[in-house]
């Protein structure tokens, strides 16, 4: 996975080239952390979840309803917990082919779980970089967004994620869609009220272009570092990213449409930069900025911080192993204050 996340990266960076756990505050709209199952001797599902809620981990992202994460949604019964659930890059293609498709998914995947707070429902991750055909979102967005409506589960959002390889543009207020399969999803997703679900790693654009300010990625620049034509001051990286998704938005005609960070967050080990005082420094900031928002889009931005344990079963650079916060024993990586 990494190698094809820090592709996709690469390209995003060419345009931006000068470019454990406690409670929540109160003032965080929503802090969520993703939640994988691609490594050995992780905790029991009951435990994960107690886990999460013991830290006041107010949201989950599971990346499929299949194989072990059927116990994780058992367990999540009436937790509380606000859910990103995804559908699977490999079941795209079958829920793009026709409603009745999306109906059974539904039924099998969505509907036993009414006790479950499941938020949204994405239809393609990275795609095609993690799998599957950009050629297929589209239709499978609108058939699980018809099957959820006539299975009752209307207020169920659908959307899809990507990263930073689908926009183009510095500095951010020039941010467009680069990938032709964006604009009509970003006018979809405006159509329905559904956010867009953003990937954002400044670590793997930092890490791309030679040059450019480690502080500046890790929230610790002293003053502003790029300043936007429009007269915006941006002093961190998290936020240019952000903030070129809202223009690619806007460019698209979806300005109406928010923005989901569905996953951030950064390694401590396995490449440049990735230290546990780094991942600390960034995770911590990451949860201490989203509170206020972006220089574009002031307000609380609802994040994911990737991940919740290291996984030692991820493929690809040896960094996908290492962005948990917790260690598969359940002993926290560093400490972190949220």
């Not at 006041?56 to 072990?68: E, H, K, N, Q, V």
């Not at 239809?123 to 950009?134: A, C, H, K, Q, R």
């Not at 449409?257 to 396995?270: K, R």
Request: a negative charge; glycine letters at 10%.
């Amino acid at each position: 996975m990494a190698a094809h996340r820090a592709a996709a990266y690469m390209v995003a960076a060419a345009a931006l080239v000068l470019g454990v756990l406690a409670a929540i505050p109160a003032a965080v709209q929503s802090i969520g952390v993703c939640y994988g199952v691609n490594g050995n001797g992780l905790p029991s599902a009951s435990d994960v979840v107690q886990l999460y809620l013991s830290n006041g981990i107010s949201g989950m992202r599971i990346y499929s309803p299949d194989g072990a994460n059927r116990d994780t949604l058992q367990a999540l019964r009436g937790s509380d917990i606000d859910v990103i659930l995804d559908v699977g890059n490999g079941h795209l293609a079958d829920l793009a082919a026709c409603g009745a498709n999306a109906d059974s998914w539904v039924q099998a995947n969505v509907k036993p779980y009414k006790d479950v707070k499941i938020k949204y429902i994405v239809v393609g991750n990275e795609v095609p970089d993690l799998g599957g055909s950009t050629c297929d979102i589209l239709p499978a967005m609108h058939n699980v967004h018809d099957a959820l409506a006539r299975a009752g589960l209307g207020g169920i959002k659908v959307s899809t994620a990507v990263n930073s390889g689908v926009t183009t543009g510095f500095p951010p207020s020039q941010g467009t869609f680069s990938a032709g399969h964006m604009p009509p999803i970003a006018q979809y997703l405006a159509s329905t009220g559904a956010p867009l679900l953003a990937n954002v790693y400044p670590y793997f654009t930092y890490t791309a272009t030679p040059g450019n300010d480690l502080n500046y990625a890790l929230f610790t620049s002293s003053g502003t570092v790029v300043q936007d034509w429009n007269g915006l001051g941006y002093q961190n990286m998290f936020d240019s990213l952000v903030d070129t998704f809202y223009a690619a938005l806007e460019s698209a005609g979806a300005g109406s449409v928010t923005i989901v960070v569905s996953e951030s967050g950064w390694p401590s080990a396995g490449d440049t930069a990735a230290t546990p005082g780094n991942a600390q420094t960034y995770n911590q900031n990451l949860i201490k900025h989203v509170g206020q928002g972006t220089p574009k889009r002031p307000g609380a931005i609802e994040t994911y911080v990737c991940a919740m344990f290291n996984e030692d079963k991820n493929t690809g650079a040896e960094i996908e192993k290492h962005f948990g916060l917790f260690y598969p024993d359940q002993s926290p990586v560093y400490s972190i204050s949220f």
